[in-house]
């Protein structure tokens, strides 16, 4: 069974710092390329960012560029989101997803987890 | 890519058919999902390429059309079908959303 489990959420203060993790199992990790995706309360879905099975090439939304960096480790099984400089309207749940087919760097989101809640706020 | 999503709220009874649209700001081919999600959950894909339904996703759901103009249309409306209801484009990067359409019981 495919399972992906995020932690690493919190409340932090505008200006900082958080580190996303994404843990997943029931699967061949390696093969599949991730992404994060978030909804602010009460707001629809936002895609964040995406990283191919091999790191080899990463891709972000215009309003995180140059704030978040998505990593993965394989031997890991484990999928990153650094968050750096938040704002308010960072506030939201991050949910990782697991691309539907293997070695498609775009292809749609066919298993998520339950999410990680991110506040910024003073 | 900007996708729109109509009606934004769609109100109707049990066993009545259910037709969404999404439109998108340029020519998306046929690279269009339509996801469902309903409160305090993930979203849960259903449909890929326009057209095709993911794994488990019962035959009452179904999507059409390509380049800019799509549709996902429930045949017959089951009580836990009352839902949020997305599109996403993967043609370009950034993979967008388009901005939901809830399914109410009416």
């Known amino acids: 069974e495919v399972q992906l489990l995020e932690s690493g959420g919190g409340l932090v203060q505008p200006g900082g710092s958080l580190r996303l993790s994404c843990a997943g199992s029931?699967?061949?990790?390696?093969?599949?390329?991730m992404s994060w995706v978030r909804q602010a309360p009460g707001e629809g879905l936002e895609w964040v960012s995406g990283i191919s099975a091999s790191s080899a090439s990463t891709y972000y939304a215009d309003s995180v560029r140059g704030r978040f960096t998505i990593s993965r480790d394989n031997s890991k099984n484990t999928l990153y989101l650094q968050l750096n400089s938040l704002r308010a309207e960072d506030t939201a749940v991050y949910y990782c997803?697991?691309?539907?087919?293997?070695?498609?760097?775009?292809?749609?989101?066919?298993?998520w987890g339950q999410g990680t809640l991110v506040t910024v706020s003073s | 890519i900007v996708l729109t999503q109509s009606p934004a709220t769609l109100s109707l009874s049990p066993g009545e058919r259910a037709t969404l649209s999404c439109r998108a700001s340029q020519s998306v081919t046929n690279y269009l999902a339509w996801y469902q999600q309903k409160p305090g959950q993930a979203p849960r894909l259903l449909i890929y390429d326009a057209s095709n339904r993911a794994t488990g996703i019962p035959a009452r759901f179904s999507g059409s059309g390509s380049g800019t103009d799509f549709t996902l249309t429930i045949s017959s409306l089951e009580p836990e079908d009352f839902a949020v209801y997305y599109c996403?484009?993967?043609?370009?990067?950034?993979?967008?959303f388009g901005q939901g359409t809830r399914l109410e019981i009416k």
């Open positions: 029931g699967f061949i990790f390696s093969s599949y390329a």
């Open positions: 997803a697991k691309a539907r087919i293997t070695y498609d760097n775009s292809d749609y989101p066919d298993y």
């Open positions: 996403q484009q993967r043609s370009n990067w950034p993979i967008t």
